[in-house]
């Protein structure tokens, strides 16, 4: 039942144009800047790439993109609306589109995390395989998070306009402080080793995105029951 | 459509349902198997009473039962086949992909896409991307699904034969029929009598929101024809510059009340459909003109509300 479910949110994503620009397009930027750190010699090169352009620009965007993609450019709700025409409940065909979303956001967050990790490791970076496998944990844990936290936001408008106003959300609050607690980019900057919200561990951070996930995820099936 | 709730596969029972601007207030209605119309304009309530139906719009009062359960439940979902206006397919499979999709939600067998296509004559849609298909041709689709289905006891489709597909157009009272006459409950909503009286046995007639009529279509489009409403006769002739003779011969006629002239044909009205249907004779003797075709056209929905009702004069099952 769910993969049959999830064919539709699979093949916007695989057929459609605009998530295939947006993955290109990002990592572009992220390795051209990783490329530019090791070129300069960056003692830490992987982590200020990590902290300053993967983590708070190109997963969130790619995310954002994605998620788009993965929704047909409309709302949550929508998006499944002619599946439930042929007897799905409308609940289980928000749940695999959210999966399906999440899993792309997490699978490109990883990739992306792991070459830059790689591309701009610096001398004084961990070594490059360890470094590469956790950046890639932080990115997927990353991806998957924005995938559910943007898929939420699709919940909200006609058109699902409510995802732009989580990224707003997510910009103005997960910048520093402690109301980035609430928000995943505050957990992915401490995964990728910047300033902790709320001095939180790198493990709660861990447990955080899992929830911000899972919350949102929940939320948002449950705000397509009808 | 059924007096006794208890055998009846869909049941409403004093529904009040609101989307927008409509609402349906107090409806109480029960249909078995067969082809039953929804009679009414958009704003009448008839595609809200589908939507109710499909368990798109939740009732803010009374009950809705559809093969014996809330119509949200997935076990009844899968056996009912919406068709609105704005069906959709998923935009981004092939026809034939999305049919396979549709069958694994309805929990049956996957069956040749063709095959099934080919019930409203639109094989050769079978490989085309969903993407790609008019309005027309994707609301055929889903109304072959639904038709084709091995598991859809419900079908609810909502003006057959507008946005339609002209290959399956053709094909669909035919098509929609059968299905019925094979167990299912067909339950269409249209603003077009003569639509109800194609596909449907009997219907309800709705205005505001509220049930104001029921019965069988024929004996209702035959009290409009018989019992002087406004009869209309078309009649359609051989020669297309006959009209204007076959118009004049009609205006001598004292049965004929107003006539129009049209391309090949001539549209009379009269208080008794029998003697309409007499003078129109005499007049076309008279002329000297060879007729092709006699047909009374039905009622518009004004005349079908405005008149008063026979059956019922208040809403209830």
């Known amino acids: ?226 | 459509m059924t007096e006794t709730p208890a055998e009846a596969a869909v049941v409403v029972e004093s529904l009040v349902a609101r989307a927008g601007r409509t609402a349906l207030s107090q409806v109480s209605l029960a249909w078995t198997a067969g082809a039953h119309a929804i009679l009414g304009a958009r704003d009448d309530g008839g595609p809200l009473l589908l939507s109710a139906l499909a368990g798109r719009v939740r009732a803010r009062s009374g009950e809705v039962r559809v093969l014996g359960e809330n119509p949200r439940h997935p076990r009844v979902r899968r056996q009912v086949g919406y068709v609105p206006l704005d069906a959709t397919l998923p935009d981004a499979l092939r026809v034939d992909e999305a049919l396979a999709v549709a069958s694994e939600l309805r929990q049956e067998p996957v069956q040749d896409a063709g095959a099934r296509l080919g019930t409203l004559g639109l094989d050769a849609l079978a490989r085309r991307p969903v993407r790609s298909l008019l309005a027309s041709e994707a609301r055929a689709i889903a109304l072959a699904e639904a038709l084709t289905s091995t598991q859809v006891r419900v079908i609810l489709v909502e003006e057959p034969f507008a946005v339609m597909d002209a290959r399956a157009a053709g094909r669909l009272a035919e098509r929609l029929r059968a299905r019925a006459e094979a167990g299912a409950v067909v339950l269409v909503a249209t603003a077009s009598v003569g639509d109800a009286g194609d596909v449907a046995d009997d219907h309800v007639l709705l205005r505001r929101g509220t049930l104001v009529r029921r019965g069988a279509s024929q004996d209702v489009l035959a009290g409009f024809w018989l019992d002087g409403n406004n009869a209309r006769l078309r009649i359609v002739l051989k020669g297309a510059d006959d009209a204007r003779a076959l118009a004049g011969a009609l205006a001598r006629q004292a049965d004929v009340v107003g006539i129009e002239r049209l391309v090949g044909a001539v549209c009379a009205r009269g208080r008794d459909a029998a003697a309409l249907a007499r003078a129109a004779g005499r007049a076309a003797i008279e002329a000297g003109v060879d007729v092709a075709e006699l047909r009374f056209d039905p009622p518009s929905l004004d005349e079908a509300q405005a008149r008063p009702s026979p059956a019922m004069g208040a809403s209830g099952a």
């Open chain 1, 1 to 226: 039942m769910m993969a049959a479910l999830a064919r539709l949110p699979v093949g916007r994503l695989a057929a459609g144009v605009a998530a295939w620009i947006a993955i290109g397009a990002w990592t572009l930027l992220a390795l051209s800047v990783a490329a530019m750190a090791r070129s300069r010699g960056a003692a830490h090169g992987a982590d200020l790439v990590l902290i300053d352009t993967v983590g708070a620009l190109v997963i969130p965007l790619l995310a954002y993109g994605l998620v788009g993609a993965a929704l047909g450019g409309r709302s949550l709700s929508a998006s499944g609306a002619s599946l439930v025409a042929f007897g799905a409940a409308p609940a289980r065909a928000a749940a695999a589109t959210i999966a399906v979303a999440a899993g792309a956001c997490a699978a490109a967050g990883a990739l992306i995390a792991a070459a830059v990790a790689l591309v701009a490791h610096g001398a004084a970076d961990p070594a490059p395989l360890g470094d590469a496998l956790v950046s890639a944990y932080a990115g997927a844990l990353g991806g998957a998070a924005y995938g559910c936290w943007f898929a939420l936001g699709a919940s909200f408008g006609r058109r699902g306009g409510g995802r732009f106003l989580f990224l707003l959300v997510d910009w103005g609050l997960g910048a520093a402080g402690a109301a980035a607690v609430v928000t995943p980019r505050g957990h992915l900057r401490n995964l990728f080793g910047g300033e902790a919200p709320d001095h939180l561990s790198g493990r709660a951070s861990s447990v955080a995105l899992i929830g911000i996930a899972c919350l949102c995820a929940l939320v948002g099936t449950r705000r397509c029951r009808t």
